[in-house]
């Protein structure tokens, strides 16, 4: 009698938690698509534990209802194969739903399953309900219905696998028609091409770099225009000065002045923000070549060294501070 209850506590609490199991797996899954992409990866991620969880608890449900006696009819190898047939099917709906375009009904055919399969534990476990799974109509309707739940996932697997591929093939077909722009566009580049069309050609990167690189060298006029790009804004002259072959004229070292004042006050204001220093020597790290290259050169450059100190002093000691100063000091030694 003591184990006859004890059975019964435990069959119950097994029901109960592979319910709120399921519940929380629905929501789960309706509530994917209103995520960002980041948060349907976690989501999914979440998924899949909750998945194995509730199948696991399935399983410990039809093993206890077989302790009340055989299963009816062929469903023992039913069980067997379509317990982990739907678990595959729940974790291939979990993944296709980190997609926004995925049907959202599919929640239904995947929730169906383990209901059905809590539905039969159930009947199983209670004798008066026992006689209502044992003719062979109901075993098919039951595992019938599982077996086209389960399966429905892996058609629109298949869809969207094509789609993935024909959306792919599109993006090769696009790429190459951009590269094959690309260097025609390259190829009719000549000595009287103006700088700012070879700078495309010049940057890391770029499978013509070294071709475009020493077009540019050969450009009789690169030295007017690349203080006039830089004048404008164009920080690619600085983050390839040291390639370009040019002369660190006065009006050269006035617009770096210029651009490398604007460009410390973008991210020096607000002094308060504590993540400012960091980012300011990550985003400085580009244009220390040019740097070096004025201070060989003795560019007059002697104000946006202060003005990278001035902003390092303002903060607390870090191994930023610590390697902006360093580096400053380095740079003034050179100009000297």
Request: charged share 20%; proline share 5%.
């Amino acid at each position: 009698m003591r184990k006859s209850t004890s059975m019964n506590v435990l069959f119950i609490v097994l029901l109960v938690l592979a319910s709120l199991l399921l519940l929380t797996q629905v929501a789960n899954l309706l509530s994917m698509h209103a995520s960002d992409p980041f948060g349907r990866g976690m989501s999914q991620a979440f998924g899949a534990f909750l998945s194995i969880g509730l199948w696991v608890l399935l399983a410990g449900l039809c093993a206890l209802a077989r302790t009340k006696g055989a299963f009816p009819s062929f469903s023992g190898w039913a069980v067997l194969v379509l317990l982990p047939a739907s678990l595959a099917a729940m974790l291939v709906t979990n993944s296709l739903f980190q997609s926004t375009l995925s049907p959202r009904w599919l929640v239904i055919p995947v929730a169906a399953p383990p209901v059905l399969l809590t539905f039969f534990a159930i009947a199983l476990w209670v004798p008066a309900l026992r006689s209502g799974v044992l003719s062979f109509e109901m075993n098919c309707a039951v595992w019938g219905a599982v077996l086209l739940m389960a399966a429905l996932p892996w058609f629109f697997v298949r869809k969207q696998s094509r789609e993935n591929a024909g959306y792919a093939a599109e993006l090769d077909m696009q790429r190459q028609t951009e590269d094959q722009t690309r260097h025609e566009r390259f190829v009719k580049l000549n000595s009287n091409s103006p700088l700012a069309e070879w700078l495309e050609f010049a940057e890391w990167g770029s499978d013509v770099r070294d071709q475009a690189l020493a077009g540019i060298r050969q450009l009789p006029h690169r030295q007017s225009e690349a203080e006039s790009l830089l004048a404008k804004g164009t920080g690619v002259i600085l983050e390839l000065l040291p390639v370009l072959d040019l002369e660190a004229t006065p009006a050269l070292c006035l617009h770096a002045r210029n651009f490398f004042r604007d460009f410390v006050k973008s991210f020096a204001e607000p002094e308060e923000n504590p993540n400012s220093l960091a980012f300011a020597a990550h985003r400085l790290e580009r244009y220390a070549p040019a740097l070096t290259w004025f201070c060989l050169r003795h560019g007059d450059i002697a104000e946006v060294l202060d003005s990278i100190e001035g902003f390092a002093r303002r903060h607390p000691d870090s191994p930023e501070r610590m390697g902006l100063l360093s580096e400053t000091e380095k740079l003034r030694q050179l100009s000297r």
